[in-house]
């Protein structure tokens, strides 16, 4: 199962690399035609390929606040079913703004469903949600 770990992380690091300079085409690369796609943006899902890149076209025009993004992935796991493998992992992300240090800038849960189609693993639904915030104790 390691190996299929380390396959499947290499896959998304690669897809990861692209975005965070807002370049969805990894992403994209690696979705099977009948993709389902959610994010705490979409009211909806988003069903198939054209659909996802019509959603994500934007991306690729937004000028960001921020410089220097980089992220981190956080134990990434695997649970693979026959052709199908389920990957999970949490990813921060950071970045600097003007006349600032780096900050987080989002924290995600990420869910990523692979299936292994012509024999290459393709991302037939792909989840993404913020990580719940810490919550402040009010003082006694």
């Known amino acids: 199962m390691d190996c299929l770990?380390?396959?499947?992380?290499?896959?998304?690091?690669?897809?990861l690399n692209r975005w965070i300079r807002l370049d969805p085409q990894g992403?994209?690369?690696l979705q099977a035609p009948e993709v389902t796609y959610f994010?705490?943006?979409?009211?909806r899902r988003v069903d198939g390929l054209d659909a996802t890149q019509l959603r994500l076209a934007p991306i690729k025009?937004?000028?960001?606040?921020?410089?220097?993004?980089?992220?981190?992935?956080?134990?990434?796991?695997?649970?693979?079913?026959?052709d199908v493998a389920l990957l999970t992992f949490n990813l921060v992300n950071y970045g600097k703004l003007p006349d600032a240090p780096e900050r987080v800038l989002a924290r995600w849960n990420s869910t990523e469903i692979y299936s292994r189609i012509?024999?290459?693993?393709?991302?037939?639904?792909?989840?993404?949600?913020?990580i719940q915030p810490e919550l402040k104790q009010t003082g006694s």
């Open 118 to 130: 012509g024999g290459t693993w393709k991302i037939i639904h792909s989840h993404w949600s913020y």
């Open 5 to 15: 770990l380390d396959e499947l992380v290499a896959l998304e690091r690669s897809a």
């Open 39 to 43: 994010d705490p943006f979409t009211e």
């Open 61 to 82: 025009r937004m000028n960001p606040p921020f410089t220097d993004p980089r992220y981190d992935m956080i134990d990434p796991n695997v649970r693979r079913h026959g």
């Open 27 to 29: 992403y994209l690369d």
